[in-house]
């Protein structure tokens, strides 16, 4: 009879200790999350993307407040569009055919990169070779609208690059703002981006900064 006891005893821990294995096999650790990893969020727009940074460099970051430090005129043509998390204004403008233009505007503190890194950066992305600094001087000019110096670089692609149809170009100015950089950029179909040429030279002329020296 005792034994009998005993051995139903134990066949009820075999079960219970069965169920306690069942549960800890079924149990999913959650994948973490890109939150709290302690990195900052990258962005296209950054003009240290695809940049080659020294090691132990820090990447250039948005200046820690903007509101108001800018104001312009929105073009005719142009469509206003809402600004993202990187753009501090963002505008598209729409040619034959459907063909639209990007035109954005973004702010990074201190000298984000050089010039030279952002002007092959942007070469890059038309799928253009880098250039040097000896060669900068013949790839982009100084301007200086509303009588504020800036660099205005402007490049086409060799290759069908929209819709494999169109040359893509890019046109780029750069400017020097209380410490931080400026860069405002449209992009899109060569021949639009050209016959747009006069209304980003009026855009550039009306710009006003509420920190300009």
């Known amino acids: 009879m005792i034994r009998a006891q005993l051995l139903c005893v134990f066949s009820c821990l075999l079960a219970f200790s069965a169920c306690k294995n069942d549960e800890v096999s079924s149990y999913r650790t959650p994948k973490a999350s890109g939150a709290g990893s302690g990195m900052p969020p990258m962005s296209s727009e950054m003009p240290s993307s695809g940049m080659e940074m020294p090691s132990g460099a820090a990447l250039p970051t948005a200046p820690a407040a903007v509101s108001g430090a800018i104001k312009w005129k929105t073009p005719k043509g142009w469509k206003e569009l809402s600004p993202s998390e990187m753009r501090t204004a963002s505008f598209s403008a729409e040619g034959k055919g459907g063909l639209k233009a990007d035109i954005s505007?973004?702010?990074?503190?201190?000298?984000?990169?050089?010039?030279?890194?952002?002007?092959?950066?942007?070469?890059?992305?038309?799928?253009?070779?880098?250039?040097?600094?000896?060669?900068?001087?013949?790839?982009?000019?100084?301007?200086?609208?509303?009588?504020?110096?800036?660099?205005?670089?402007?490049?086409?692609?060799?290759?069908?690059?929209?819709?494999?149809?169109?040359?893509?170009?890019?046109?780029?100015?750069?400017?020097?703002?209380?410490?931080?950089?400026w860069f405002f950029k449209m992009t899109g179909e060569d021949a639009l981006v050209r016959s747009l040429a006069p209304s980003f030279t009026q855009f550039l002329e009306n710009l006003r900064f509420s920190d300009a020296p």
Not at 106 to 131: F, M
Not at 157 to 179: F, H, M, P, Q, W
Request: overall charge positive.
């Open 105 to 181: 505007a973004v702010v990074l503190a201190g000298p984000a990169g050089g010039e030279l890194a952002n002007v092959n950066r942007w070469r890059g992305q038309l799928n253009l070779g880098p250039i040097t600094e000896a060669e900068l001087a013949a790839h982009s000019k100084k301007i200086s609208p509303g009588g504020r110096p800036m660099l205005l670089s402007d490049f086409v692609s060799s290759e069908l690059l929209i819709d494999n149809r169109y040359k893509k170009r890019l046109v780029a100015a750069t400017c020097s703002v209380g410490g931080n950089t």
